[in-house]
């Protein structure tokens, strides 16, 4: 069985600061997907980045990075320059490569960017 | 159109009525998902709906049924709820089943069981 483990269950920023969130994981697969989610007040879950875990390097998406430890089976993110508009709840998720996109999600870090 | 569209936003019903939750996508995927998501905790995985056939059932009760009319359309019907099953309902579609592809999440449903 998967699970995943999100440490922190709030952390706050202040506005253009970077903010790292982490999140751990175990499986006995050797191929999978990490993803994290952003789910706004608005309740809609956003995909923010994804990462395949036979792919070395590690994922970028404009402001959003990840540091992809598998042999630790860890998986944290970095966003650089926060904005206010990044205040949300974070989710840390595992999915099998064989996973009919069955998501596993972590407990959630709800972060603040703070003015 | 990435949008995923889930009526209503809003539902309150009794424990002796019958509901139904709607999701609605015009992307053309042909996977379609109900999750269920209680306050201050993740979503969990209830149904999956893989060309219009349910592949996926993660021992969900039998008051909670769910039904793929077509590839847009996917409603999960309420019948002899509980309090317990209060929640928030979250549908989600992605192209195929595979990994390779992103899930799109609706709004959710925010359902009160009284």
């Known amino acids: 069985a998967q699970t995943v483990t999100q440490s922190q269950p709030e952390m706050s920023v202040q506005e253009a600061e970077t903010v790292t969130l982490s999140c751990t994981y175990d499986?006995?697969?050797?191929?999978?997907?990490l993803f994290w989610y952003k789910q706004p007040p608005s309740r809609q879950m956003i995909l923010v980045i994804r990462q395949e875990a036979y792919k070395q390097q590690n994922a970028t998406e404009n402001r959003f990075s990840v540091n992809f430890q598998k042999a630790a089976k860890s998986f944290s993110l970095k966003i650089s320059d926060s904005q206010l508009g990044d205040t949300a709840m974070y989710f840390c998720a595992f999915a099998s490569l064989s996973g009919a996109n069955n998501l596993f999600f972590g407990t959630g870090t709800r972060l603040t960017v703070i003015p | 159109d990435t949008e995923v569209t889930q009526t209503p936003k809003h539902l309150v019903m009794g424990m002796t009525n019958k509901k139904s939750l709607k999701c609605e996508q015009h992307m053309g995927h042909r996977a379609m998902y109900w999750y269920k998501q209680k306050a201050k905790k993740p979503p969990e995985l209830m149904f999956v709906y893989s060309y219009e056939k349910l592949s996926i059932n993660e021992s969900v009760p039998s008051r909670f049924s769910p039904e793929c009319p077509n590839s847009s359309l996917l409603n999960l019907h309420l019948h002899a709820l509980q309090p317990e099953d209060s929640a928030l309902y979250l549908c989600?579609?992605?192209?195929?089943?595979?990994?390779?592809?992103?899930?799109?999440f609706g709004q959710g449903t925010r359902l009160t069981v009284v």
């Open positions: 499986t006995s697969e050797s191929n999978y997907y």
């Open positions: 989600a579609s992605s192209q195929d089943t595979g990994m390779n592809t992103e899930a799109f």
